[in-house]
């Protein structure tokens, strides 16, 4: 990602979290109590945590975000850190309401 739109900014982290936020926000709601998928509470730790826990970057966001804040790059940091938790919280919250969706309602 980087290579394809510069690495003044990391768009490719923040790429990578946000469709991991949407993939535990639709995993999450097809394996709930109320969702269309039978999962173990184990089966659903290990994707949940493991699996998408693994595959976002908190830990690059973070070194990203305190490397732009060093190098006198604010507006980045800033821009970094606000547009991860808004997208990312968007992202969990569309996985969420599309598993809601393609979730059968109760009585059928």
């Not at 990312?88 to 969706?101: D, E, K, R, S, T």
């Amino acid at each position: 990602m980087a290579r394809h739109v510069g690495e003044t900014f990391p768009w490719g982290t923040l790429l990578v979290n946000v469709t991991g936020s949407f993939l535990i926000g639709l995993f999450a709601a097809l394996t709930g109590p109320d969702g269309r998928w039978l999962v173990s509470p184990g089966a659903r730790t290990f994707f949940m945590v493991g699996i998408c826990g693994g595959y976002t970057t908190f830990s690059s966001f973070s070194l990203q975000t305190l490397n732009l804040a060093r190098d006198g790059e604010w507006l980045h940091a800033g821009a970094n850190a606000v547009l991860s938790f808004v997208c990312c919280m968007v992202a969990v919250g569309l996985g969420y309401f599309l598993a809601m969706i393609l979730n059968p309602t109760k009585g059928n």
